[in-house]
Nanobody, 122 residues
C-alpha cells in the first residue's frame, strides 16, 4: 500500500504563504485522485483540493484564488501552494489517495498521510 508523507507546514502570519508537499512511496499515477484535506480543532475533516491523474482539479470555494495544486508524477509528489493565508486556514492538513475518485469526500480516499500543522496568526 502507498505511504503518504506530508511536509511543509509551519507558522505564518496572515497574508503569508506556505507550500505543502505530499510524497508518495510509490507511483501516484496508480491513483486516480490525490486530495488535500484539513481538520481544525473541534471541526470535521474538510476536503479542500484534489487533482486527478489527468490534471483535472476539484476545490472548495473558500480556497479559490488563494490555493493551487500540482502533481509531479516522476517525483511522486503532490504540492499544495497556499497564498494569502488567513487565520481560518489554521488546521492539520492531510493528503490522501483514491484509486477511483477525486472529491472532497473523505470516504472516497483509502490512503492517508499523518498530517502537517499549519498555523496562521492574525
Amino acid at each position: 500500500q502507498v505511504q503518504l508523507v506530508e511536509s511543509g507546514g509551519g507558522s505564518v502570519q496572515s497574508g503569508g504563504s506556505l507550500r505543502l508537499s505530499c510524497a508518495a512511496s510509490e507511483l501516484i499515477s496508480d491513483y486516480y485522485g490525490i486530495g488535500w484535506f484539513r481538520q481544525a480543532p473541534g471541526k470535521e475533516r474538510e476536503g479542500i483540493f484534489c487533482i486527478t491523474i489527468s490534471g483535472s482539479t476539484w476545490y472548495v470555494e473558500s480556497v479559490e484564488g488563494r490555493f493551487t495544486i500540482s502533481r509531479d508524477n516522476v517525483q511522486r509528489t503532490v504540492y499544495l501552494q497556499m497564498n494569502n493565508l488567513k487565520p481560518e486556514d489554521t488546521a492539520v492538513y492531510f493528503c490522501a489517495a483514491s484509486p477511483d475518485y477525486c472529491s472532497g469526500d473523505a470516504s472516497d480516499f483509502s490512503h492517508w498521510g499523518q498530517g502537517t500543522q499549519v498555523t496562521v496568526s492574525s
